[in-house]
C-alpha cells in the first residue's frame, strides 16, 4: 500500500538466513570493491541504492502474497554494470574468461538462493 514505501528500503538491510547474507557478501567482496576502486564510493553508492529501490518495486509489484528481504537487487545491478564495463572494455583485459565466468558464477548463486523462502529472483531481477 501507499502508506508503506518504508518497506521499499527497509527489505534491504534484512536477509532470509546465513546463506542468504553470504551469497550477498560474496557478491558486493568480488563486485563491488572492484567497482568501487575503478569508480569511486560516490557512484557506486548511488548506482547501489538506486538498483536496489528498483529490485524492491519489481519484487513488491509482483509479490503481493508474501514478504521478500535482502540486497539481492543491488548486487545485481553491479553485477550488470560490471557485465557492461566488461564487454565496453574486452579489449583491456588480461582474463576475459575468467571475469566473464564470475560473473557468471555469482549469477548463478544468487539466483539459486532466489528460491529460498522470502527471497525472489523478481528482486534480483529488478536490480
Same mark, same amino acid.
Given at each position: 500500500?501507499?502508506?508503506?514505501?518504508?518497506?521499499?528500503?527497509?527489505?534491504?538491510?534484512?536477509?532470509?538466513?546465513?546463506?542468504?547474507?553470504?551469497?550477498?557478501?560474496?557478491?558486493?567482496?568480488?563486485?563491488?570493491?572492484?567497482?568501487?576502486?575503478?569508480?569511486?564510493?560516490?557512484?557506486?553508492?548511488?548506482?547501489?541504492?538506486?538498483?536496489?529501490? !528498483?529490485?524492491?518495486?519489481?519484487?513488491?509489484?509482483? $509479490?503481493?502474497? =508474501?514478504?521478500? @528481504? +535482502?540486497?539481492?537487487?543491488? #548486487?545485481?545491478?553491479?553485477?550488470?554494470?560490471?557485465?557492461?564495463?566488461?564487454?565496453?572494455?574486452?579489449?583491456?583485459?588480461?582474463?576475459?574468461? !575468467?571475469?566473464?565466468?564470475?560473473?557468471?558464477?555469482? $549469477?548463478?548463486? =544468487?539466483?539459486? @538462493? +532466489?528460491?529460498?523462502?522470502? #527471497?525472489?529472483?523478481?528482486?534480483?531481477?529488478?536490480?
Amino acid at each position: 500500500s501507499i502508506d508503506q514505501g518504508w518497506c521499499l528500503i527497509s527489505c534491504i538491510w534484512l536477509h532470509a538466513g546465513v546463506f542468504h547474507v553470504s551469497a550477498n557478501m560474496l557478491g558486493l567482496l568480488v563486485i563491488g570493491i572492484r567497482m568501487e576502486r575503478e569508480f569511486g564510493f560516490v557512484k557506486i553508492g548511488l548506482l547501489y541504492v538506486m538498483v536496489e529501490l !528498483a529490485g524492491s518495486v519489481i519484487s513488491g509489484r509482483f $509479490v503481493r502474497s =508474501n514478504i521478500s @528481504v +535482502g540486497a539481492s537487487g543491488a #548486487v545485481f545491478g553491479l553485477l550488470d554494470a560490471k557485465l557492461f564495463e566488461l564487454i565496453i572494455n574486452w579489449t583491456i583485459y588480461s582474463n576475459k574468461v !575468467a571475469s566473464l565466468l564470475m560473473l557468471v558464477l555469482i $549469477v548463478v548463486v =544468487n539466483l539459486g @538462493v +532466489g528460491i529460498l523462502p522470502h #527471497v525472489d529472483n523478481f528482486g534480483h531481477i529488478g536490480g
